[in-house]
């Protein structure tokens, strides 16, 4: 996919598709934008004038209520007016294209896509369609990308660990239907980490994912050993039962993260998880709940980095420069 | 349910869970602080900045769009900005807890939750987890409690009637099921109402209601005799046919609210009930549209109550002093 | 249907159900007034404060995202607070009254229902039973009437072609089933076009249609000689199959809009379609999107014709009468 789509002609970021392409100036831009907004959570008055009169359209064709939910404060934050439109209520189903409905709502001068949907690339088709004024925020695509939440995955272990040259990171769980650790693979990469690792059973590590400059394991605890950061995955449990895994019981036990597995880890290590998580599948509540797991910081920092995105997608307009 | 939760250590209230354990005093300043909204309104712009940039999550495990509505005008009237989320989008469907969606919301840094839940019990679970400055409202749970349904009817009744020291309240048809019932009798009697009366068929009447403080009738027009105020309950015909009651019919005949069957009540008396009302089931058309209904002034307190509500628990928090 | 009921008592327009009965000089200062809304599209900060402090209800029993979002997009636009509520959602699948659910949500204090609904008439019906300062916007009732359409579409006509003294216009497709056709024929009238038209086969044409002042044609390319204008009407394809028309193929070949069959009108005809259109259906691609469509210019101007028409209905009460 053209991944220049996403800069103008001054390697501005017009849209966020993916972090593929993107240099390390850019993605720091961004999380140290989203360092002047994690203010703006702990004022009495949470909403700051930037986006006020713009419209955002949450174009979620698959529904995911949390991640929605994310990109609507953090749009009202800024001040945005938000249209929330979910699949089965959309003129699709009555044979419309994707691209003639995004057609239709961008003459309705919007300026702004949120997207989420089943299929790899959709928001890349819709941007290399849209007009210049209009930006494109994919909120994840098949088992594609999801950059949003690899930014405020490095925002969160940036703020426990300062910077990325000395860390050793291992993301543990279903690799081969993850867009989220497609997209933190490609972070770590760009922002100088040395060492990240990739952890699960060998049915749902995807073939030559080593070529992403990762180093895989099958054996979590040797996965773990020594680590600053251990990333633990969602198992769509419900998709793949009797097929990629053998039992809730057998998965839990061999990737499941414990108390125990933890040790290997460095003591400091953070525990990260991009939610909703399965207490006794993926994750212990020991751990969970524990006192290295920076899962709700993870929350909260969410809003603050979407914020900083949104700012600076429309920020990087030649018409809107004042915005910011 | 351990009731102080709903108190900060200066007695000044927190959540609203129920009207179990709450004096008089804090009833009083409700519905006072309700009067100076009712103005609001009938203003061409209806809105106060009270809670500008706070957020309020309207979290519906129940859907009820009706009340949902009250509480998101009642928000967006007090310049808030709203989320409504409910239960069959919500990550519980994947695996999540109660407690984990909540926490996840929070992380948002959200302001207040308005909660609705099947089970009795699910807002106080909520308001005994949440961090300090998150604020819980009750919008029904289970067959407990509905405190704002009984605030607003409170309200209603001292509008017509001023006090409640001299008053005969009759509460007719399904007490069993009713949450609304049960609020309706504790701000009675907090308020001071010296006779409240219950009324329905022996099936629908909880046993020992009595020790409530009711006078208990199975004979409605026993019951409506020389009362001031008439409370019809809504019949939940759909779920209880052919089980609890016999006939809509044999209903109707016994328990529905006829001209005839009103004239027992005083001739001043003031009909209500919480809505949406069964027409022919638990209540004539002839009572529910003629002079003595108070059933759409009801509605109309119900926005002012809650904007009542959720301004004094946002104010009652020492770090937004300055809300009210 | 007492089309007067949309007139107060000086002549001015307190709701919007139906163009029947109205005349020209409200159709213009509707037009008139959208043009100086067309402008707020444009600005960076999309909002005026006409409405703040407003509550629209947007009344859809009758799903429709698309038309929704336009209207909400335009009372967003014009500051006022909007409420979504859907038929699904509705008490009315408690046994509620369609009646009953308007005057609730009035007694809340709402000032104007955008109303859809797959009845004839509701609009009419809910219109003859509010207050005098509640406003009523149908957005669609039955196969009946959907004046906001006809007028963008007139809008999208006078942008186009300066005036309607002059014109042919020809209306292709389901006329039978088309409440858009009713109101767009009605529109021209009023507005003094000349020549209306209207083509399909003769199962989608109703009885007695050109006593609406239309000229009838079963023969697509005799309609389009020589028009100015032509409308195509999205085919109900999903709820016809093998009823009223024989294939899709079979419908694309006699009433689809090709390059070839455009041939036949003017060589500045505009193509109009009030979406979304089923390419390969009524309309070929190549027309769509071709340079003669204004298809989406009528997107556009729905917002703008919107925005002119809660405005001006918000503007004819007494008591508001600075709003403009």
Chains 1, 2, 3 share one sequence.
Do not use: W
């Not at 020594?226 to 061999?254: C, H, K, N, T």
């Amino acid at each position: 996919m053209p991944v220049n789509l996403q800069l103008d002609e001054h390697g501005k970021l017009r849209h966020l598709l993916t972090l593929d392409g993107l240099d390390r100036s850019i993605l720091k831009s961004i999380l140290d934008t989203a360092e002047t907004f994690i203010d703006v959570g702990h004022r009495e008055i949470k909403k700051v004038p930037l986006l006020r009169g713009r419209t955002v359209v949450n174009l979620f064709f698959e529904a995911s209520t949390r991640t929605r939910t994310t990109f609507e404060l953090a749009a009202k934050r800024l001040s945005a007016d938000v249209i929330n439109l979910s699949p089965e209520k959309m003129s699709t189903s009555k044979g419309e294209t994707v691209l003639d409905t995004v057609r239709n709502l961008e003459a309705m001068h919007t300026d702004m896509f949120v997207v989420r949907h089943h299929l790899s690339g959709t928001a890349h088709l819709i941007a290399s369609h849209v007009p210049a004024h209009v930006r494109i925020i994919n909120a994840g695509d098949g088992r594609h990308a999801h950059p949003t939440q690899a930014l405020l995955d490095m925002f969160t272990i940036r703020q426990h660990k300062g910077n990325f040259q000395q860390l050793k990171v291992a993301i543990v769980g279903d690799i081969l239907h993850s867009r989220v650790a497609r997209s933190q693979i490609l972070a770590l990469n760009i922002l100088g980490c040395p060492e990240v690792r990739v952890a699960g059973p060998r049915t749902l590590l995807p073939t030559h994912i080593e070529r992403m400059g990762v180093r895989v394991f099958t054996d979590m605890v040797e996965a773990l050993n020594d680590v600053d950061v251990v990333i633990m995955l969602r198992l769509q449990y419900e998709r793949m039962q009797g097929q990629l895994i053998p039992s809730a019981q057998e998965y839990f036990s061999l990737y499941g993260l414990t108390p125990g597995k933890l040790t290997a880890a460095r003591s400091d290590a953070i525990v990260m998880h991009p939610g909703p998580i399965n207490r006794g599948l993926e994750i212990d509540s020991a751990v969970a709940d524990g006192k290295q797991s920076v899962i709700l910081a993870q929350v909260t920092n969410g809003i603050a980095v979407r914020m900083a995105i949104m700012a600076q997608l429309m920020g990087a307009s030649a018409a809107t420069g004042t915005a910011q």
